[in-house]
């Protein structure tokens, strides 16, 4: 029995390391998605600014526009005032004059606003295209790196698999069915090592009697608690 409770923490080491050459293989591409991820959503924020820069452009222009429409407005009246005769008529002109100035000063102030919005927001797109670019060197390094990794992976899986295989040969088939019945009820785990009368697993107490027994090596021995194949090793100091 000793040497098949060997054959099977032997099979434990190998599946472990299976599952996490499947952790790895996952998580992998699971890393760049993110990264494409993050990626979109600097680009989409870069678009967005652009766009507001546009807006903001073509409001301007329209303020300058109506500016200078305004001016040569009030140059026209001011042409008009000498002919005018009516004091009434005069004193109306000068105050529409008034108006288009004080509207005029107005829609400076707004496109000065304008323009330190634009600096602001051009100062910005600059960092985010600056962070977009760089995001772009990383993701496509990780692509390089991940792709590297997997193949290496892939071929320590197969490595691993195939002496999985052989060792399987090795062991009692009973055995074996019994084994890959309780990994798949106990979270992959089937094997629990005993240190110091305690279930590595579960971390509750082996009886005394079945600890004893369990140090003879000579019958299969379950958890009580966790019911994995327990197995123990001569190495540990035993309590
Ligand atoms: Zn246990």
Redesign the pocket.
Known sequence: MKKQIDFLVKLQEKDRALDWFRWQIREGPERLQGLEKELVGLQEDVEADKRRIQDLNKTQREYETEIEDGIAHIRKSRGRLMSIKNNKEYHALLREIEETEKGNSDKEDKALGCLEDLDKLNKELEAKEKGLSAMRDRLESEKAVIAKELARIREEFSTVEKSREKLIQTIDPQLFIKYEQIKATSGGIAL?LVNNAT??????GIPPQMYNELQRQDTLKF??????I?FWKKTETSA
């Open positions: 629990a279930c590595s697993e579960c971390h509750l958890c009580p608690n966790c019911q994995r327990i």
